[in-house]
């Protein structure tokens, strides 16, 4: 396990055979002699900003749409009774919250789109 935030030169990695640790990118393990195995980059995970704004503008509308289907449920706009009484605090301010939200993270990420 080599933590990827250390450059090769003052890296230590253990050898596999014999368990001494070895510093530096080295061919072989110079106790006993042994080849070490090649070190690979690991590729880092795709970064929030290199995106192109397509998930925020996803994600924004998915909150968007929640936000919409709790209030109509809890505010009481469809026919159906729910089982549970549902705190006011809920469609008064958290849905529009909600809703509020998804649209700043809409425009975040068309914003986004057109910079890139
Ligand atoms: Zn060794």
Redesign the pocket.
């Known amino acids: 396990m080599s933590p990827s935030w250390q450059s090769q030169a003052d890296m230590k990695r253990q ?6 640790m ?1 510093t530096g990118p080295r061919p072989a ?6 080849a ?1 195995p090649e070190l690979k980059k690991v590729a880092a995970p795709s970064a929030p900003a290199g995106s192109d704004g397509r998930r925020e503008v996803r994600r924004g509308l998915l909150y968007m749409l929640l936000a919409a289907v709790v209030h109509f449920f809890a505010g009481g706009y469809s026919s159906l009774s729910l089982p549970i009484p549902i705190n006011p605090v809920v469609f008064e301010y958290l849905t529009p919250l909600l809703f509020l939200s998804g649209l700043g993270f809409t425009l975040y990420g068309l914003i986004l789109r057109m910079k890139s």
């Not at 050898?15 to 001494?20: N, Q, R, S």
Request: proline fraction near 7%; charge should be positive.
């Open positions: 050898c596999v055979y014999c368990g001494k070895v393990c110079p106790y006993c002699r042994e070490l």
